[in-house]
């Protein structure tokens, strides 16, 4: 029960967790004030997926590593190159710590799916902060390959991954990282 | 200065406005707070374009329906077919009658820049209403096509239109439309 203000500066992209474990009847109800975010002709194109098996997200970390560093190596100019250093470490886990995981998933045949979930996973992300819980969009993770791990997500081919969100409790909250001054391009005000 | 609570309830999407403006000021301060969004490897990709000429916005708005209408004849089974009837009304505003309208507009060459841009104007929403502002996310003012209006909102080629939102003081606040269950595909726990 936080006023606004104090989730603005409270919502930090958190990469260090308690061992408490989420109830999973907290993550449900997240989700479901995650689905009051506006959607394109309120088409509500979002699907989730509760991970909570952290043997699984390890198994997940793996594949999305391996994905990601095979690209690189392939391509010229990737854009991940800078991760290779830290994607390289056997024990870097892409999730951290986290007791969980959601994954909103996109409906491809419906045009606007990807903002859809990105606004229902930016509702999440304040929804966990206002229950003191931390999050952190995981962009790695969208990076799933192996069949058996798809098929075990749920990961049909007419969906696709949007927002990997970990979630739990906080350990160390992050200072929040500098921000340029918004860039307002151009006012266009009545001539 | 509401509870989180309040403003899930009350974030609606507005299509009725009071005549009062919006003070540019309460603009800018609504825009400061939406670049404490997160974004992908604090890239940051997202700029913006204020405006409070609605002579402007009407023009815009001619634009916009006459690119989307030749789209609709050009196109078999294009997905705004169903909006034909609405964007042939020479008297529709896609911007109703909203005092001003914000452009996110995102960095081409920076691969997450819709996510980003997004991301920001869920704060964005939410920061309005927060203030007793409404918004409302007009998808069809993505569909800027002449050359002189691209050139007076600074629509340069490096970057793009994510999310077009009006913002008012509101007249009617509509009910929420109604949403369906939460989606939750699969909960994968610990075996």
């Known amino acids: 029960m936080h006023r606004f ?14 061992e408490r474990p989420v109830p999973e009847k907290t993550i449900r109800a997240i989700i479901q004030e995650s689905i009051l975010a506006p959607s394109s002709g309120n088409e509500q194109s979002w699907r989730f997926v509760i991970v909570s098996d952290t043997d699984f997200m390890a198994d997940i970390s ?3 590593k391996q ?9 010229p100019n990737d854009y ?3 991760y290779k250093p830290i994607l390289s470490k056997p024990d870097y886990n892409i999730f951290y710590n986290a007791p969980a995981l959601v994954y909103i998933l996109g409906v491809k045949e419906l ?3 990807e903002i859809n979930c990105t606004l229902a996973a930016s509702y999440f ?8 819980l931390g999050t952190c969009w995981i962009s790695f993770a969208k990076f799933v390959k192996d069949d058996a791990i798809k098929k075990r997500l749920g990961l049909d081919p007419e969906l696709f991954i949007v927002a990997p969100i970990i979630i739990g409790y906080p350990g160390k909250i992050p200072a929040a990282p500098p921000r340029k001054e918004a860039d307002i391009l151009k006012v266009i005000r009545h001539p």
């Open 5 to 18: 203000e104090d989730l603005l500066k409270n919502r930090r992209s958190v990469r260090n967790f308690q």
């Open 62 to 64: 793996q594949d999305c």
């Open 67 to 75: 994905t990601l560093l095979s690209r690189i190596d392939k391509t």
């Open 80 to 82: 991940a190159k800078k």
């Open 111 to 113: 045009k606007n799916s």
């Open 125 to 132: 992300m304040f929804s966990a902060v206002n229950r003191n």
